[in-house]
């Protein structure tokens, strides 16, 4: 059993819309029955209210129906139904993959950070090698991380194909 709330929601205006959804793209009124269980969707209501949003539990439901969850990772995380009937658009976030752009940008400016701190000359005896040393780290970091999930990535694709 899950307990039934009232989702967030908010008058539809332009420039709060556009932070609200901001990493969101809108889902084609065709491919609202084949969203994934576990994205997470924020959908305009008929009467013009966005809502916040939740992850899906489920397929949608022959009848039109799906259920959505707060916080995918909580057990007790409040838990709601939704018609289609109701909802005039679906947004679902973009996938992290899709934000490789993002990633590649924080490694290109600690690159840079690192190659201002190499040729800018000490200041009062201060020695800059330290913080380049922790750049050094965090590029590699972030480096060994992309090359995790893409091995992962590539794992669950071989699985698929099987």
Do not use: H
Not at 83 to 91: A, K, P, V
Not at 93 to 100: G, K, L, P, W
Not at 114 to 125: A, G, M, Q, R, Y
């Amino acid at each position: 059993m899950f307990a039934l709330r009232k989702p967030d929601s908010f008058t539809n205006q332009s420039s709060q819309k556009n932070d609200i959804l901001k990493n969101f793209e809108e889902v084609e009124r065709s491919q609202w029955l084949n969203n994934e269980p576990r994205t997470f969707i924020k959908y305009e209501k008929t009467d013009g209210k966005i809502v916040a949003g939740g992850y899906l539990i489920n397929k949608a439901y022959e009848d039109g129906i799906f259920r959505l969850k707060k916080d995918i990772n909580e057990a007790i995380s409040p838990e709601w139904e939704v018609s289609l009937n109701s909802i005039r658009t679906i947004w679902k976030r973009r996938r992290s993959y899709e934000n490789n752009e993002s990633i590649t940008r924080i490694i290109k400016d600690l690159a840079d950070r690192i190659s201002i701190l190499e040729n800018t000359p000490p200041i009062e005896s201060r020695d800059y090698s330290s913080e380049i040393a922790q750049c050094q780290v965090d590029i590699a970091n972030i480096k060994s991380d992309l090359e995790k999930v893409y091995e992962c990535l590539q794992q669950i694709i071989a699985r698929l194909n099987e």
